[in-house]
């Protein structure tokens, strides 16, 4: 526990600055990039904290975050109310840049009203489950201790979600109570302090808040069958030094590391991530990143991955706008890098004439047009490899009778196909002012990935409207992120099994608050 108590005008005069003097050069820049991790400021607003106490912790919080870099992959701050009723002043991913986050601290308004700290509580509490646990969580708290109510609970429960919880008291509150509501160690956590001297925990407190979501990690961004992307927190610059990457495979039961597992690479100082290409599939690898500089020594970072299973195109096909005279097929997954071509051929089932369409490796659908009403046909999608081989896949589907103007696929032996499950879910969430991280759920037998469609940013080279680009991803994939969206872009994701496409969900791109997480 820290006890602050500083008496003298001097002292308090010398050590205190305020908002429009502090800049963020002041910080040493070690500290601008250090860290990834959400914290949310609860913040008591109620009739018991004076106005002029208020307006003393608003500047002290926007000292103490200033020397954050904010955003998705950095650290995300939100800002709840404590009042009767509890307010959202701003939500994790509302402020991405100092400038915002300075601003929007400095319009927060007092609410006054009763201390409903446990409603409040219960708010933080969904606020930060939603954020998820890969990044570190903290809840800062901001109290006078003046009757803060049945928290214990309330705090064990975030406690147990694996939120850090840190308290500044600027009254005498009950000690027993806000030592309970800490996790340890107390000592770096609980700061008791009188209001005209908060300035002077400043830099305790930061450091507390640094070592809990302080960023040592390599991890892995990306993964394909023959591809890992490794991203890691900078720590050098292009003159202080350079990374040493190394990684190898690791030998197990039925894996084959071959000759020359050890691969050795070196990276500029500057660098924060690394494609690894030509991997093996279903293939554990170990891989470590060692800063070197004559400045400071650093730890090395390690990450272990296993490639995902190869994946031949196609590996999916499926069927829509079906009407009497037409029936689009699509396939999946884009390997242009492995695929030369493509060929397409469908004919009418028992005896009718085979067509063929030839198409590019980066085309993954297309219309087949002229076709008879009410017929059941045979549609084959073949590809031709890089390394000669030649892989196929097949579905039946009918087109509708001409008199009927329902879509009514048909399978295999003839009969309707039966409903398909939807997708489950589908959210976004804003990274930047033209990208959204899309993420979704499905479920059912038979699930082999999922279509994403959305409506790329329009080229600063073309007048013309852009066409909506797709991509495919297999089942374990439940997230895609999308950048360079068309202003109110839709982003959509079906669910694809082995006999058809099922019902996808679309929303649209718009930048939201987290206030309806408790609305």
């Known amino acids: 526990m820290h006890l602050f108590f500083f008496f003298g005008v001097f002292l308090c005069s010398t050590l205190q600055r305020s908002d429009s003097d502090a800049q963020i050069g002041d910080t ?44 998705r992959g950095h650290v995300r701050v939100g800002l709840l109310q404590v009042g009767t009723r509890p307010n959202l002043e701003f939500g994790l991913n509302e402020h991405s840049s100092q400038s915002a986050l300075q601003e929007a601290l400095r319009s927060t308004r007092q609410l006054h009203g009763d201390t409903n700290t ?15 646990a ?7 708290w901001l109290t006078d201790g003046v009757q803060p109510g049945d928290v214990d609970g309330p705090m064990a429960e975030l406690k147990a979600q694996g939120v850090s919880v840190l308290v500044v008291s600027t009254g005498h509150g009950n000690y027993q109570v806000l030592q309970r509501a800490v996790t340890p160690p107390v000592a770096d956590h ?32 990306h993964l394909s069958s023959h591809d890992a992307v490794l991203q890691w927190r900078p720590v050098l610059s292009a003159d202080s030094g350079f990374y040493e ?51 400071e020594l650093f730890s090395a970072l390690s990450v272990t991955f296993t490639t995902h299973p190869d994946v031949l195109s196609p590996a999916v096909v499926s069927v829509s706008d079906s009407g009497p005279h037409q029936l689009r097929v699509s ?24 067509s ?33 081989r030649e892989t196929a896949m097949s579905v039946r589907a009918c087109t509708q009778q001409a008199i009927s103007p329902s879509f009514l696929p048909m399978f295999v032996d003839g009969s309707p196909a039966a409903a398909l499950p939807a997708l489950a879910d589908l959210q976004l969430t804003p990274t930047d002012l033209h990208g959204v991280q899309a993420e979704w759920s499905g479920h059912g037998e038979g699930l082999r990935g999922y279509w994403v469609s959305w409506e790329p940013e ?37 669910p694809v099994y082995s006999s058809g496409r099922g019902e996808g969900l679309c929303c649209t791109v718009e930048r939201h608050t987290d206030s309806s997480l408790w609305d």
């Open 331 to 354: 396939w999946g997954p884009l390997q242009p890098a492995r695929v030369q071509s493509y060929r397409v051929e469908y004919g009418a089932i028992p005896s009718g004439p085979v």
């Open 190 to 221: 609980l700061y008791f302090v009188d209001i005209d001297d908060i300035s002077i925990i400043t830099e305790d407190l930061r450091d507390a808040i640094i070592d809990i979501i302080r960023a040592e990690r390599l991890r892995v961004v």
């Open 458 to 494: 329009i080229s600063s080279t073309s007048s013309s409207k852009p066409s909506a680009s797709s991509a495919y991803l297999p089942a374990n994939l439940l997230s895609m992120q999308l950048t360079q969206l068309v202003p109110d872009s839709r982003v959509c994701v079906s």
């Open 28 to 71: 040493p820049g070690t500290v601008l990039n250090c860290c990834e991790g959400d914290i949310l400021l609860l913040l008591d607003s109620s009739g018991s904290v004076a106005n002029y106490e208020f307006s003393r912790l608003l500047p002290f919080l926007a000292e103490l975050l200033r020397p954050f870099s904010l955003g």
């Open 118 to 132: 446990e409603a409040a509580l219960a708010v933080a509490r969904r606020l930060l489950a939603g954020a998820g």
């Open 245 to 295: 990457l190394q990684y190898s495979c690791v030998p197990s039961s039925g894996v084959d590391c071959g000759e020359g597992r050890q691969h050795r690479r070196t990276l500029p100082g500057d660098s924060s991530w690394a494609e690894l290409k030509n991997l093996q599939p279903e293939t554990t690898y170990s891989a470590t990143l060692r800063p070197e500089s004559n400045q």
């Open 134 to 140: 890969e990044v570190p969580r903290i809840l800062l």
């Open 356 to 388: 063929t369409v030839a198409l590019h490796s980066h085309q993954n659908s297309t219309l087949l047009s002229g076709l008879q009403p009410d017929t059941q046909y045979l549609i084959t999608v073949g590809a031709l490899h890089a390394s000669g």
